[in-house]
C-alpha cells in the first residue's frame, strides 16, 4: 500500500519480468475430508480457514505475497512487488515453519476431534511476469510463466515422491544454508528433460 501511495500510476493493467520464487502448497486427501461434513459445509469452512490462517501467517511473516487461494490450496510468491533479496531461502523457511506448524495445528484438531490435514508443497524459482492482470474492469496482482507452473507440478509430485516439501533445482542453488536430499528425477507435463527435485526435513 505505501509503495501505491508514492507511484498510484502501479495501479494499472501491465507488468514486469521478474526472478521470483514460488510456492504451491494443497491439502492432500481433502475428498475424504470434505466427506467427513456432509451436512456441515459451516464446519468444512471453518477447519479451511483455521488452517490457512494460519500457513498464511508464516507466509506474511517470511516476507511472502498470497497470490491466491484456490480452495484449500494456497499459491504465494516472493521478491514482488517488493525486492526481497534472500526470496528462495524465504520460501524454504516458509515451507519448513508451515510443516511445523501443521503439527501443533493437527495437535489441537485431534484433541477437538477433529480430522487431521497433510499437505504437499511445491518450491521453485525462475522468471516470470508480475504484476496486474486481468480486464479493464477488473484485475489482479499476479504471476505467470513457466517456472510458475513447475512450481505447481512440483507440488502435484510430492504424493507420489513420499515427500511433504518437494523444491526445484534453481531454488536448491540458491538458498544453500540448508541440508538437502535428492529426490531424483521427475517428467513433468510440457518438458522435454527430466527434472532434478530435493527436499529439506529440517532447518
Known sequence: MEKLQKNPELLKLGGETRTLTFMFSDIRGFTPISEKYKGNPEGLTKLINRFLTRMTNIVINNNGTIDKYMGDC????WNAPLDVANHAELAVKTALEMQAELKLLNQELSTEGLPTINIGIGINTGEALVGNMG???????????DDVNLASRLESSSKE???????GEK??????DF?????????????????????????
Open 161 to 167: 515422491l513420499g515427500s511433504t516439501l518437494v523444491i
Open 135 to 145: 480486464s479493464e474492469q477488473r484485475f489482479d496482482y499476479r504471476v505467470i510463466g
Open 171 to 176: 531454488t536448491k542453488v540458491l538458498a544453500k
Open 179 to 203: 541440508n538437502y536430499e535428492s529426490l531424483g528425477t521427475i517428467k513433468v507435463k510440457g518438458k522435454t528433460e527430466n527434472i532434478n527435485v530435493f527436499t529439506v526435513n529440517s532447518f
Open 74 to 77: 494456497i499459491m504465494a510468491f
